[in-house]
């Protein structure tokens, strides 16, 4: 245990927080930090979340028939509320709008007029004058809720999603068709950010996590201690003891990365949704999980890569001569994985979710086969590290 602290200190070395911390709000910055700032994207996504978490306290996480009728006359009451407004906007008086259905008409006719792509500034000012006065993107977000609601009691999800199925897909949509589930209501822009934050916010797991890890062994060789461990069988134990070392420690960075990010998503609303199924007609889940039991799936997900990447790095330092030759490696590592956990999700969709009227790459549970062979190969490559270490001679 004395030898295991003393390795995890060793990897801990403070240049390299340092550095870690620097890259890690870089990479906020330019990556991870706009699904955070615009997790809830634009006043109309806004007026659907608060919406959301209105109807949530009311009806809890899906809609009956009862409660749709009761939103139906909420639509209604919104839409008064729209008229009272408009008296107190006056390029609306000027434009004789009395009622929403007159803005709407008055919107559909400047539409038709510059369709052909002449510019009317001032019929353009007026309309976004009474759209940002007003609850109009409530108003919106309501009818869509109602539009979504009759499409998916009326309808048939297989029928809706019309594309090209796998027969997997075709049951999972039969599947969700009898259940409550595709009468939730979360709002598809939540997962549009998710979706776009898990992306980054893995590929950021495996790039700490290299940066962390890449001097490990390295540093011994360079400093000529190899020979000396090598000279006796306690001392190529060493080596074991760096392996757990360097997991405990890919483990615990991990594990800080996604407390810093949940704070920041919870800081956002997010807590809100935890009870929300996720199903929507741009995201069909595999499984009936809520909106928090997802996330802690991806953060479940994000610690497997996290200890899985510290594997094949510590190899890859054992194996390299500097750190120039450690640094070509952790590079190509790092293609390899960013590909494999970035470009997955872009091909099925997000993770554990399928879109059924596009043609990709759709199996179910496809990011557990994968993950699983994954840290498969890094248990080997570990293994085959510490039986060539302990029988190899002394050079």
């Known amino acids: 245990m004395r030898l295991l602290l003393q390795e995890i200190k060793k990897i801990w070395n403070p240049v390299i927080v340092i550095i870690i911390m620097a890259f890690g709000l870089i990479y906020y910055v330019l990556f991870s930090g706009f699904y955070i700032q615009y997790y809830v994207n634009g006043s109309d996504d806004q007026a659907v979340f608060d919406l959301t978490a209105e109807w949530s306290q009311k009806y809890g996480n899906t809609l009956e028939y009862n409660e749709y009728e009761e939103i139906a006359q909420q639509l209604e009451d919104e839409k008064l509320q729209f008229a009272d407004q408009l008296k107190d906007i006056p390029l609306a008086v000027e434009n004789s709008i009395t009622t929403y259905e007159e803005f709407r008409a008055f919107e559909n006719d400047y539409y038709d007029r510059t369709s052909d792509g002449k510019v009317e500034p001032d019929t353009e000012r007026t309309k976004w004058t009474i759209i940002n006065n007003s609850n109009f993107f409530r108003i919106q977000g309501i009818e869509q809720t109602i539009q979504y609601y009759k499409l998916k009691s009326e309808g048939d999800l297989s029928d809706f ?148 990447t510290g594997g094949f790095t510590v190899f890859l330092s054992r194996y390299s001569r500097n750190y120039i030759g450690m640094l070509i490696k952790s590079v190509l590592l790092l293609g390899v994985l960013i590909f494999t956990f970035s470009m997955l999700p872009i091909v099925t969709r997000p993770f554990f979710m399928f879109n059924p009227m596009s043609l990709r790459i759709r199996v179910k549970g496809i990011e557990f086969i994968l993950l699983g062979a994954l840290a498969l190969c890094s248990v080997l490559v570990i293994g085959i590290a510490l039986v060539r270490q302990r029988h190899k001679e002394l050079s």
């Open 161 to 308: 999603f019309n594309g090209d199925h796998t027969d997997a897909e075709a049951e999972r949509l039969i599947e969700l068709n009898q259940s409550a589930v595709k009468f939730g209501y979360i709002p598809p822009g939540i997962l549009d950010s998710t979706t776009g934050l898990t992306i980054s916010f893995m590929i950021w797991v495996i790039i700490s996590v290299i940066i962390l890890l890449s001097p490990t062994i390295v540093r011994d060789r360079l400093n000529r201690m190899q020979n000396l461990q090598f000279s006796s069988f306690i001392g190529r134990s060493i080596l074991l003891a760096q392996i757990k070392a360097s997991l405990v420690s890919a483990a615990i960075l991990t594990v800080l990365n996604c407390l810093i990010y949940g704070v920041l998503l919870i800081s956002k609303g997010a807590l809100v949704l935890k009870d929300f199924y996720l199903y929507s007609y741009s995201y069909v889940p595999w499984f009936d999980w809520t909106y928090g039991t997802y996330l802690l799936v991806l953060a479940s997900m994000a610690l497997i890569i996290g200890v899985m």
